[in-house]
């Protein structure tokens, strides 16, 4: 089963643009998006089981200047 998630990202100030360049290498990443708010990058990633959900994840989580994440798993009712 497909597991579909959006990531949340509060990121250091002015760092956007290379997140966003950073994000474009991490597989499963489907679409990533400024917003204004609380966070500011907010992603969707597809993944085949929770084990690469994970996987990717932490490949988020690693990238510089990347300072927290919110992870949301998307389910079908």
Not at 38 to 58: F, G, H, K
């Amino acid at each position: 089963m497909k597991v579909q998630a959006y990531i949340l990202m509060t990121v250091n100030l002015g760092c956007e643009t290379e997140i966003l360049k950073a994000l474009r290498k991490v597989q499963g990443l489907e679409e990533a998006f400024y917003i204004f708010g609380d966070y500011d990058i907010l992603t969707e990633v597809n993944a085949n089981t929770i084990d690469e959900l994970n996987q990717t994840v932490s490949q988020i989580r690693k990238l510089r200047n990347v300072r927290s994440t919110v992870t949301m798993i998307k389910r079908e009712l």
